[in-house]
């Protein structure tokens, strides 16, 4: 029986072996939990009889005395008072003679209780203990004694009413009253000894049943502690037996040893796993081969990782360089070309001059939609929340193409929503590529016609605004086929196309991840001979009045001129100090310029200025030195506004700038209008 009992705890789950060790252990816990509670509650009746004990014998001592009372005093109050302490005992016999009735009534029996004065609380406790143990030697002779107690006071109340009629008949002289007392007296005597005995007896049982319940409860414990101890060592040496066969194949196997086998004990989850350690050891030698040919991959991989990582800041720094290097000379070239724009009066002339700007303007496009290209590819494109106004920028962008709109003799209109702020928080510089590059798509593509531009209001509220944009034309089209494919990078129409118009093919894939990347959506609708309707969707933040406030006044702001402003230029190229300084005399500032940053401090600490214009990268000393050395004089020329001027683009310049103590930034080419607007902007502050 044992050994079959065994073999089925063996086979088992380790789950099923665990509820089956703390069922056993939870059974015994609880059959040692009931028996205590009998315990307390038995040894709480017993509790309860001795404190009944006490009230009936405090009832039958106040009833004699009160006897004895009446017997000098022969007053009925004293007898009734006698009658009166005589119902606690009287009401406990009640109890004692229904519960020795075969089938006793136990309303009754409890109502005698509660007249005996017992709390109802313990009065079913009393009355169990009675009915469960009245065939227990102590119980039983504590009922006897109880009884015989009762006997002696049915003779006392005899008594009692034969003094109490020749006290009332009035015939009773003093010596028979003596007489009667006397017996009254021995009474009394017996009934004392009786509630002697019924305490001692409830005394010596109460005791009995303490040593029984705790030899109960010291078996139960052993037997708990035992069960547990047996049950959790064969569950236990089933599962370290497996384990450690499984451990000593692992070992074997870590060896290189594939040619043995684990032993299976049992057909629980060890035994499952012994027999799938075994499956696996079959196929390790075949998983080792494939390893060795994975990890072959990964090195491979690794290192073209490295290579693609390598070849990224590769590209990266030579953007940034190319940038810089194509820049400066177009800083010069631009900046040179406006100049004479504003200077010659002949009109030939003037167009040649147009014909440059818009050409440099056209490689800068270029330019700046690869190096976007680039940062959006990388994932470093990083966006601003400035006011901004989208009257002005489509003003603008239509301005930026004019030349190109009168060579084709086509209309562009434009109309914005009433219901549109003025002015709504947005990225200016993200806003006019994506426009510029829709608008100029829309005037390249199109030969005759018109090109119209529209913002509608989509739904607004206090805090936002989802607007709109629509730019469409009456070009040529894009073929159905192609619809699909027109936002990937240098893809285009067809390649008649690209060979007529010219182009990088990136414009419209920027302008669809530029949308996207603030969370907007772009569509287009096209018909080969119909021309093309491109929308885009995007939410926009509202500004306070006081912000609208401050922008109108800086779109109102006319001329200033610098005069009495004296500026030091810092920059090593001969070309961009002449156009930086020509630019500056057309306001009336006085200049002066410094070729690197040593020659920048030296003179910045020999004369006053109020302003600084900043390169970056110089010989000897560059732009972020200079300006922290600047930054450490120890007196009030250490708060000097300096703004950078740098042919970098790459994203973390400006916070770079910033983080060195430059107070703004200024890319090259830079735009006439933007460097006043920002040289006035820190003159301000100060």
């Not at 136990?106 to 203990?129: K, Q, S």
């Not at 684990?262 to 080792?288: C, H, K, P, Q, W």
């Not at 002339?349 to 490689?363: K, M, T, V």
């Amino acid at each position: 029986m044992i050994s079959f009992f065994r073999r089925k705890l063996r086979d088992i789950t380790i789950s099923m072996k665990l509820y089956f060790t703390v069922g056993i252990m939870a059974l015994l816990v609880t059959i040692e939990l009931c028996t205590l509670w009998f315990a307390i509650n038995t040894l709480s009746s017993v509790r309860s009889f001795v404190n009944g004990e006490g009230l009936w014998s405090k009832a039958q001592k106040d009833a004699v005395y009160s006897l004895f009372i009446y017997a000098n005093s022969h007053k009925e109050a004293d007898y009734q008072a006698f009658r009166q302490f005589l119902k606690v005992p009287q009401g406990d016999n009640k109890t004692r003679l229904e519960l020795q009735k075969p089938q006793p009534d136990m309303r009754i029996a409890r109502e005698g209780f509660i007249e005996g004065r017992n709390h109802p609380e313990d009065v079913d406790g009393m009355i169990r203990l009675i009915t469960r143990f009245h065939n227990i030697s102590y119980i039983n002779k504590a009922i006897i004694a109880w009884g015989k107690a009762e006997i002696t006071m049915e003779q006392l109340i005899a008594i009692s009413d034969k003094l109490h009629n020749m006290i009332r008949a009035n015939v009773v002289s003093q010596k028979e009253i003596d007489k009667v007392m006397r017996e009254v007296n021995g009474l009394n005597s017996k009934v004392t000894l009786l509630e002697d005995e019924f305490s001692f007896t409830l005394g010596d049982g109460s005791r009995w049943l303490e040593n029984i319940v705790l030899r109960l409860l010291l078996t139960l414990s052993l037997t708990i502690g035992t069960t547990s101890i047996l049950i959790t060592i064969s569950v236990s040496r089933g599962i370290e037996k497996g384990v450690k066969a499984i451990i000593e194949g692992a070992i074997l196997v870590g060896k290189g040893v594939l040619n043995k086998r684990v032993t299976v004990y049992s057909r629980d989850e060890i035994g499952i796993l012994a027999d799938s350690f075994n499956r696996m050891i079959d196929t390790l030698e075949y998983s080792l081969y494939n390893i060795r040919k994975l990890k072959d991959t990964e090195r491979k991989l690794k290192k073209e990782k490295e290579k693609a990582e390598t070849s990224e800041k590769t590209k990266q720094l030579f953007l940034a360089k190319m940038s810089h290097e194509i820049r400066t000379p177009m800083n010069a070239i631009l900046g040179f070309a406006k100049l004479l724009e504003e200077s010659i009066e002949g009109k030939e002339q003037q167009e040649f001059i147009r014909i440059i700007i818009r050409s440099g303007d056209d490689l800068l496009v270029i330019l700046n939609d690869i190096l976007d290209f680039s940062r959006m590819e990388a994932g470093k494109l990083v966006f601003e929340s400035i006011p901004i106004s989208l009257k002005e920028i489509i003003k603008t962008n239509i301005l930026m193409i004019e030349t190109k709109r009168k060579q084709k003799n086509i209309e562009i209109n434009y109309l914005i929503d009433e219901k549109i702020p003025d002015v709504i928080m947005g990225d200016l510089v993200r806003m006019n590529q994506i426009l510029l590059n829709l608008i100029s798509n829309a005037v390249k593509f199109t030969e005759k016609g018109q090109v119209s531009i529209s913002v509608v209001c989509i739904e607004q509220n206090e805090e936002k605004i989802v607007l709109d944009f629509g730019v469409k034309d009456t070009g040529i089209g894009i073929p159905g086929e192609k619809l699909g494919r027109i936002f990937e990078s240098f893809e285009q129409a067809t390649n008649d196309t690209a060979r007529k118009f010219g182009g990088a093919g990136l414009g419209l894939s920027i302008v669809k991840q530029l949308v996207e990347l603030q969370h907007g959506e772009i569509f287009v609708n096209s018909k080969p001979g119909f021309g093309s309707d491109f929308h885009f969707r995007m939410s926009f933040l509202k500004i306070c009045s006081q912000v609208k406030k401050d922008v109108a006044e800086k779109l109102a702001t006319g001329v200033q001129l610098g005069t009495g402003i004296h500026i030091l230029v810092v920059e090593d190229n001969l070309i961009n100090q002449m156009l930086v300084i020509k630019v500056l005399k057309q306001r009336d500032f006085e200049t002066d310029v410094a070729e690197n940053g040593r020659i920048a401090l030296d003179k910045y600490e020999k004369n006053d200025f109020d302003i600084i214009l900043m390169d970056v990268q110089m010989p000897e000393m560059d732009g972020y030195e200079a300006t922290q050395k600047i930054r450490e004089l120890k007196t009030f020329k250490k708060s000097i506004p300096i703004i950078a001027m740098t042919a970098h683009t790459i994203k973390g310049e400006y916070e770079r700038c910033l983080e060195m103590g430059m107070d703004d930034y200024i890319s090259k080419p830079f735009d006439k209008k933007d460097l006043f607007e920002k040289i006035f902007k820190h003159l301000k502050r100060t």
